[in-house]
Structures are given as C-alpha cells and as structure tokens.
C-alpha cells in the first residue's frame, strides 16, 4: 500500500489574516471562511486557554466554558508542548487588560 504524502500547508490564509485591519473585519472574515461550529470551538478552545494561564481548575473551566475535560486536556498540553505562541499572545492581552 502506498503511503500517503502530507499535504503541503498553505500559506495564503495566514498571509490574509495579517492584512485584517479591524476587530469587526476579522470577526467578518472568520465569519465568511468558517462554519459556526468552527468558530465556536476554536473560541471555546480559546477562551479554555486563557483561564488555564489563570490556573483556573477543570471543574470552573467546564462550568464557565461547557468545554469537556478531554478538551481542556487538550488545550493545556497545546500549552505546555506546542510553539508557545497562544501563550505568548494570552500574555500580551493580559498586560494590555484586553483579557478577563
């Protein structure tokens, strides 16, 4: 059987986001590229995120976000193991109060 050769990721979505100039605009773009259910997982996963760097407990999270414990488990390795970079943006909205 033949291996199955990745797929090669485009870039040209990332390089859109980066021409987004509102919050409006980038909650339309989202809108317009996503399906809803999309949208709010990646926002619950977001919103799981951040109260994990608040050392929030499973418990609060799934109450407060109706997220799963496997998701939470999920969220937090990303955080723990993956490039850094949601961690590192959690910080700077943090420091700027952008985040509660």
């Known amino acids: ?6 797929k090669e990721r485009s870039l040209d979505m990332y390089k ?4 987004l100039k509102t919050l409006e605009e980038c909650c ?6 996503c399906a ?4 709010r997982s990646m926002e619950q996963r ?3 995120a951040a109260m ?3 050392d929030k407990v499973y418990t609060e ?4 976000t109706n997220a799963s414990s496997a998701t939470i488990s999920r969220v ?11 961690s590192d943006i959690l910080d700077r909205m943090e420091e700027a109060g952008e985040i509660e």
């Open 16 to 19: 859109a986001v980066l021409h």
């Open 28 to 33: 339309d773009f989202f809108e317009d590229i």
């Open 52 to 54: 994990l760097k608040q």
């Open 36 to 39: 809803v259910t999309e949208l």
């Open 1 to 6: 059987m033949a291996r199955r050769v990745p």
């Open 76 to 86: 937090n390795r990303m955080l723990n193991t993956g490039t850094g970079c949601l």
């Open 61 to 64: 999270i799934m109450e407060k």
């Open 46 to 48: 977001f919103k799981v």
